[in-house]
């Protein structure tokens, strides 16, 4: 455990940004899951629904600092990619 005052505050930052961002990730994983989910059923217009929020979440992930931007772009990209071909069949 730290010992000095400085040390004592960054523990104390790095516990609240940790679970913040522990957070904000299961609430995008939720999200991408009841995509996949919409998608296994057939169902084309709640998957299109549900990317559309689970892309507003990786976004606002990527500002807020909790995601890399190249990380949220693969997984939009992919998720995107997956219930456009949904679309077509």
């Known amino acids: ?7 004592i505050k960054r523990h104390r930052q790095s516990e609240q940004r940790r679970l ?12 991408v899951k009841k995509v996949r989910q919409s998608m296994s059923e057939g169902k084309a ?7 559309k929020t ?9 500002t807020q600092g909790t ?6 772009a693969r997984k939009i ?3 995107t990619v997956q219930v456009n ?4 069949k």
């Open 1 to 7: 455990m730290a010992n000095h005052k400085s040390a």
């Open 20 to 31: 913040r961002n522990t957070s904000i990730k299961t609430t995008i994983k939720s999200a």
């Open 45 to 51: 217009e709640e998957a299109k629904a549900g990317l």
């Open 54 to 62: 689970a892309v507003r979440l990786l976004d606002r992930s990527v």
């Open 67 to 72: 995601l890399h931007r190249n990380n949220a």
């Open 77 to 79: 990209s992919r998720l």
């Open 85 to 88: 071909s949904l679309e077509s």
